[in-house]
């Protein structure tokens, strides 16, 4: 597609349910990344996934979260369990490649609100 | 560990006034540093960069310039217009041991009146 896709848009849940959510990187785009952002707070790194390479997941909050990529496509971003203070929104970008001179694109993001 | 420091908002302005939101990094290293733009209801967007040191970023009017002596990286727009209103992100790619990531400051809303 022309951008990056993420679905659903919004996702309220309720406590203690599992969630999966869903990112289409640009075609060809061989990085991707997911980022969370809290309600007035700064986008935090959760992983990144470059080709099929082992994904860098040092960012991921706890074991509760976890993601998958297969080569260079669609990515899913799982959490289990979900805990209030994961309400936030979460944006996944792609670049062509890695590396710093990137402009990362980014999708719309998922709102997502657990109850 | 890499950080960035940017000036808390909102920051309300008039037309055509003159905008400065201040953005400060700790970084070891050299490394690339962005401005995006997040405008209502759309995604975040990459508005300018700058990789190395002096280097100017600049887009649609505004300008940022890398200080590595004072660990800056301000965006400044001589003459704002209503369609700035935004919320910006002050964002460092480092190098070392963290080469993976963006890291983002906390972003500034911009609300520019007629």
């Known amino acids: 597609g022309a951008g990056v896709s993420q679905s659903p848009s919004n996702k309220v849940t309720e406590k203690g349910k599992d969630v999966e959510l869903r990112c289409d990187p640009i075609?060809?785009?061989?990085?991707l990344y997911w980022y969370r952002q809290r309600l007035g707070q700064g986008l935090e790194f959760l992983i990144y996934?470059?080709?099929?390479?082992?994904?860098?997941k040092s960012g991921l909050p706890s074991d509760r979260f976890s993601a998958e990529r297969t080569g260079e496509s669609v990515s899913t971003l799982t959490i289990q369990r979900t805990q209030q203070e994961d309400s936030a929104v979460y944006l996944c970008?792609?670049?062509?490649?890695?590396?710093?001179?990137?402009?990362?694109?980014f999708g719309d993001g998922t709102r997502l609100s657990i109850l | 560990g890499n950080s960035v420091t940017q000036m808390e908002g909102p920051v309300t302005l008039s037309e055509e006034a003159f905008l400065t939101i201040n953005c400060t990094y700790t970084?070891?290293?050299?490394?690339?540093l962005f401005w995006y733009v997040q405008y209502p209801g759309e995604g975040l967007q990459l508005l300018l960069k700058?990789?190395?040191?002096?280097d100017k970023g600049s887009n649609k009017g505004f300008e940022a310039t890398y200080r590595k002596e004072t660990t800056s990286f301000h965006l400044e727009k001589g003459s704002v217009q209503v369609s700035d209103s935004a919320v910006y992100f002050c964002a460092l790619w480092g190098q070392g041991g963290a080469t993976n990531k963006l890291i983002f400051g906390t972003g500034t809303l911009l609300a520019v009146q007629p």
């Open positions: 996934f470059q080709g099929n390479s082992a994904p860098d």
């Open positions: 700058a990789t190395k040191a002096d």
């Open positions: 970008a792609s670049t062509r490649v890695s590396g710093g001179n990137q402009p990362q694109h």
């Open positions: 075609s060809g785009h061989t990085a």
């Open positions: 970084a070891t290293g050299y490394p690339s």
